[in-house]
């Protein structure tokens, strides 16, 4: 059984990067035919879907949220990587690493872990 789990800072000050790193237990990032997104959900609001990148490594992502997102891997980790630049306070979130069956789909999840972007 596939396990996600999301490690990064729990808090950012505004205009710096945020980064975040799902680490992938049960699994494989290179198995055909797997997703891998990053999800958030900000305070009183849904889900949001920022950017997937697929199991050849192909990437997309949310227009947007597209010229602040870059995701990559490390496959020899195992392990996939959420880069949000510019941060505002607007980015504090939960944030999610899900794995899918294609780009935009979310079967199973990691835990989340909270953001906050904050002077």
């Known amino acids: 059984q596939v396990q996600l789990a999301e490690s990064g800072p729990e808090l950012v000050e505004p205009a710096q990067t945020l980064s975040l790193t799902c680490t992938v237990s049960?699994?494989?990032?290179?198995?055909?035919?797997?997703?891998w997104s990053w999800i958030r959900q900000a305070p009183g609001k849904g889900l949001e879907w920022m950017g997937a990148?697929?199991?050849?490594?192909?990437?997309t992502y949310s227009p947007s949220l597209k010229r602040r997102t870059a995701i990559s891997r490390d496959t020899t980790k195992n392990q996939f990587t959420l880069q949000l630049n510019s941060v505002t306070p607007q980015d504090t979130a939960v944030y999610y690493c899900?794995?899918?069956?294609?780009?935009?789909?979310?079967?199973?999840w990691g835990q989340g872990t909270q953001v906050s972007v904050s002077s």
């Open positions: 990148i697929s199991y050849r490594g192909l990437t």
């Open positions: 049960g699994g494989d990032i290179t198995a055909n035919y797997y997703f």
């Open positions: 899900v794995r899918g069956d294609n780009w935009y789909a979310f079967g199973s």
